[in-house]
C-alpha cells in the first residue's frame, strides 16, 4: 500500500517542485540563456564580450563529446559514479567564463568614474571627442581601455563617432556608460557643458557603486549559505561512496531510489535559486 501512494505522490511532488524551481529561476537570465536558448550562440555571445581568446568557441563541442562518451560508459558499465564528471564538464565550462565575464564587468564599473572624469578633463584642454579619446588612450587601465581601442578602430575604419561610442554602450550595458554617452552626444550637437555633465555623472557612478559593495557586504552569508546548501549534498554522497559504496547501492539501482534522487536533485535546485533570488538586490 505504502509503495502504491508513493508512486502516486511522488510524480506529484516532482512536478510541484519542478514547477516552483522554474518560477525561482524566472528572473536569473544567466540560467536561462544556458538552459532556453542556444548553448552555442550564448557561449560564442559570452566570448565575444569577455574578449577572450576565440579558440574557445570549441568549447562546447568538445563538451558534447565528452558528456555524451561518459554516458555511454555510464550505460555500458553501469556506473551511476560517472555521472557526477560528466556533470561537471557540463556545468563548469559556462561557470568559469560567467565568472570572468562578471569580474571584467566588475573591473568596468569600478573603473567607470575614473575614466569619465579623465574624458572630462580632457574635454576640457581639447574639444574634439575623438581627440580626446585618442590622448586618453595611452594612460588608461585595463579592460577600459580594451573597449576604447575598439571604438577608436571603429572610428578609423570610417564609422562616425556617435555610432562607435553607441556601439560600445551596448556592448558594456552599464547604466553610467549610457548616461555619459547619450550626455556626451547631446552636449556634441547642441554645444552644452559637456566636462560638467560628465563630472557629474562621475560621481553618481561612483556612489553607485559604493552602494553596491555595502549591500554585497550585507548579503554575502546569504551567498554562502547558498553554496553551502548546494555542495554539501554532493560532497555527502562522494563520502559515502568511499568509506561504504554499499549503503547507497539500493539508491543507484532501485527505481524509488531513481524518483528520491530526482525529487531531491529538483528541491536542492529550487531552494539554492530561491536563496540566490532573494539575496539579488538591484539599486
Known amino acids: 500500500m505504502w509503495l502504491t501512494m508513493a508512486g502516486y505522490l511522488v510524480p506529484i511532488a516532482i512536478g510541484v517542485s519542478a514547477s516552483v524551481a522554474v518560477i525561482a529561476l524566472a528572473d536569473l537570465k544567466r540560467l536561462q540563456a544556458i538552459f532556453f536558448l542556444n548553448y552555442q550562440s550564448w557561449w560564442q555571445d559570452r566570448v565575444e564580450r569577455a574578449r577572450v581568446n576565440p579558440k574557445l568557441s570549441v568549447v562546447p563541442a568538445v563538451q558534447g563529446i565528452a558528456v555524451a562518451s561518459l554516458l555511454l560508459v555510464c550505460l555500458v558499465f553501469n556506473a551511476p559514479v560517472i555521472l557526477m564528471p560528466a556533470l561537471l564538464i557540463g556545468i563548469t565550462p559556462p561557470w568559469l567564463l560567467v565568472r570572468f565575464d562578471r569580474s571584467r564587468t566588475m573591473a ?68 553610467g556608460f549610457d548616461a555619459a554617452v547619450g550626455a556626451a552626444l547631446l552636449g556634441k550637437r547642441t554645444g552644452g557643458d559637456l566636462p560638467t555633465i560628465l563630472r557629474r555623472i562621475a560621481f553618481t557612478a561612483r556612489e553607485m557603486s559604493r552602494l553596491e559593495g555595502v549591500i554585497k557586504s550585507k548579503t554575502a552569508e546569504g551567498r554562502g549559505q547558498a553554496w553551502v546548501m548546494g555542495v554539501m549534498p554532493l560532497a555527502l554522497i562522494l563520502m559515502l561512496e568511499l568509506i561504504n559504496p554499499e549503503w547507497l547501492a539500493p539508491m543507484w539501482s532501485d527505481p524509488i531510489g531513481w524518483i528520491l534522487i530526482g525529487s531531491a536533485a529538483v528541491l536542492e535546485f529550487a531552494a539554492v535559486a530561491l536563496i540566490r533570488k532573494i539575496m539579488a538586490v538591484d539599486i
Open 108 to 175: 568596468l564599473e569600478n573603473g567607470l568614474d575614473a575614466f569619465l572624469t579623465a574624458l572630462a578633463d580632457a574635454l576640457t584642454a581639447v574639444p574634439n571627442l575623438a581627440e580626446a579619446l585618442q590622448g586618453l588612450c595611452e594612460h588608461m587601465a585595463q579592460p577600459i581601455k580594451d573597449e576604447v581601442v575598439a571604438t577608436l578602430a571603429e572610428v578609423r575604419l570610417g564609422r562616425s563617432i556617435d555610432d562607435a561610442l553607441t556601439n560600445m554602450a551596448q556592448r558594456l550595458a552599464l547604466p
